[in-house]
Nanobody, 123 residues
């Protein structure tokens, strides 16, 4: 059974940091591009970041560039999203997803999804 388990969300003050983890079971992440998406209340899903399976190339949305870093540890079958200098507008449910069509910020290109983890940035 293909499954993602996300963790690392929580409440943090503006300027703080969190590291989200996305651990896969039932399949090997090596062959998949992994994306992180987020959805704030009343808003559409936003593609935050992704990392390719082939050469490790990455994508970041302009809104997070320079603050977020995506990485993958294939030995642990886990992908991470390090989030620094968090802002209130980063508040959302964050989802990881796996797809076979490369690192693209389009949720329809991903086939397997985690359950989401809440990130709240507030003082």
């Amino acid at each position: 059974q293909l499954q993602f388990v996300e963790s690392g969300g929580g409440l943090v003050q503006p300027g703080g940091s969190l590291r989200l983890s996305c651990a896969a079971s039932g399949f090997t992440l090596d062959y998949y591009a992994i994306g992180w998406f987020r959805q704030a209340p009343g808003k559409e899903h936003e593609g935050v970041s992704c990392i390719s399976s082939s050469d490790g190339s990455t994508y970041y949305a302009d809104s997070v560039k320079g603050r977020f870093t995506i990485s993958r540890d294939n030995a642990k079958n886990t992908v991470y999203l390090q989030m620094n200098s968090l802002k209130p507008e980063d508040t959302a449910v964050y989802y990881c997803a796996a797809g076979e069509r490369g690192c693209v910020p389009d949720l329809y290109e991903y086939d397997y999804w985690g359950q989401g983890t809440q990130v709240t940035v507030s003082s």
